[in-house]
Every structure is written in structure tokens, then in C-alpha cells.
């Protein structure tokens, strides 16, 4: 069964760097079944798509947050990572990594989520 | 790319239906079967639901069921249990972004 673990400081200071792993269990990360994708959630709000990547070709990122993220894919350690420069408290949300079906664009797994805080 | 449009809240008594739409563009919804829902219990990670358009994963009671007419996709919560109340979302694949989630529904069973 295919897991997903988020890892990553739970509190980031404002205008510093938020960086977070995902583990990936029970799939080769290579897979081509896949995208590999992060999402967040604010509290109390809804979902939004951040970016996902391929084990090979350019990944795919939110207009609105492109400038400021990069998610890459480490198939060594079968983990992919997000990092997000110059955070504000509009970036506090618990951060989700997840799946997301390359043919067909659905998140079919996702991790436990973890919550990070942007607060000096 | 703005997020799909979900009404805020819907509710039921138990026993009846409930149906949330999921508005979006010719761009997205319109032109794509790549429409999926998704179950979030307060606390908890978001759970798939739907996805292409009407297709239940193994495990997911037949009370769920989806469909699509035009640019609005519709999930439909048959025989509401009390295990239902939870947020849900639509996403969809889009010609733009390229991957957009809805606004959000609340769920709840009176």
C-alpha cells in the first residue's frame, strides 16, 4: 500500500525559507503512474494546489505561488521536497504531500499533513 | 486560475439526499473528465472520493455518486449518514493552471 510521510520544521521564521520532505513507501518514485504533489490548507480554509512533479520533466506550480517555490524529486531516497522562499503568515497552513494521478489528475493517496507556522 | 465555486454549506436529515455542485470554466470542468471529489472529516486529511468525474474507488459506499453537465460537476451524498458531516471539495484538471481545487462544502446532518 502506498504511503505518504510529510517531515520539516514546524515553525519558520517570516521572510525565511519553508522546506518540507515527503517519503514515499510502497511505490518506486520513478513510477509513471504518478505525479508527486504538494497542497496546503490554511486553517479554517480550503484546499490549494502548490505543485507537482514527474520523476522526470518539468514540474507543474500554482501561478500565484511560482515565483516564490521549487518542488524537486530525490530518487535516491524515493522522497520529493518542497521549498518555499520568502514565507509571510499567509504562508502558515498544514502542508499535505499527495499523489496525483498523471493520466487522469486526481490525488488518490495523501499524507497525514503537517502543520507549519510562520511566526517570528 | 480561480477555484471552482461550491456553495458554502448544504444539509440533510438523515436518510435524505444532498447534492453540491462544483462551477467552473470552459477551460476546466467543461472540457475535461478529470473532475474528482474529496471527503475531509474536521482533523483529517482529505479523502478521494470521485474521480473521473463519476468513478468510486474500491471501498467507498455506492451512496456516492458523481456526475458532470456542461461547465458544473455535481456529487450527490444518497441516504445521508451522520458519518457523512465533513467538508468536500471538487478539483479538476485545467487548460491554465494546471490543477485547481474548489472552494470548499460543508457537510452537515441535522
Redesign the interface.
Same mark, same amino acid.
Given at each position: 500500500q502506498l504511503q505518504l510521510q510529510e517531515s520539516g520544521p514546524g515553525l519558520v521564521k517570516p521572510s525565511e525559507t519553508l522546506s518540507l520532505t515527503c517519503t514515499v513507501s510502497g511505490e518506486s518514485i520513478i513510477s509513471r503512474t504518478y505525479y508527486w504533489a504538494w497542497i496546503r490548507q490554511p486553517p479554517g480554509k480550503g484546499l490549494e494546489w502548490i505543485g507537482s512533479v514527474y520523476y522526470s520533466g518539468s514540474p507543474y506550480y500554482n501561478p500565484s505561488l511560482k515565483s516564490r517555490v521549487t518542488v524537486s524529486v530525490d530518487t535516491s531516497k524515493n522522497q520529493f521536497a518542497l521549498k518555499l522562499i520568502s514565507v509571510t503568515a499567509a504562508d502558515t497552513a498544514t502542508y499535505y504531500c499527495a499523489t496525483l494521478h498523471s493520466r487522469s489528475w486526481y490525488n488518490d493517496f495523501w499524507g497525514q499533513g503537517t502543520l507549519v507556522t510562520v511566526s517570528s | 486560475?480561480s /477555484?471552482l465555486t461550491q456553495p458554502p454549506s448544504v444539509s440533510g436529515s438523515p436518510g435524505q439526499s444532498v447534492t453540491i455542485s462544483c462551477t467552473g470554466t470552459s477551460s476546466d470542468v467543461g472540457s475535461y473528465?478529470?473532475v474528482?471529489w =474529496?471527503q475531509q472529516p474536521p482533523g483529517t /486529511?482529505?479523502?478521494?472520493i470521485i =474521480?473521473?468525474v463519476s468513478n468510486r474507488?474500491s471501498g467507498v459506499p455506492d451512496r456516492f455518486s458523481g456526475s458532470k453537465s456542461g461547465n458544473t460537476a455535481s456529487l450527490t451524498i444518497s441516504g445521508l449518514q451522520a458519518e457523512d458531516e465533513a467538508d468536500y471539495?471538487c #478539483? #479538476? =484538471?485545467t487548460l491554465?493552471?494546471? =490543477?485547481?481545487? +474548489?472552494? +470548499?462544502t460543508k457537510v452537515t446532518v441535522l
Open positions: - | 486560475q /477555484a473528465n478529470r474528482s =474529496y /486529511a482529505p479523502k478521494l =474521480y473521473e474507488p471539495y #478539483s #479538476s =484538471y491554465t493552471t494546471p =490543477y485547481v481545487f +474548489g472552494t +470548499g
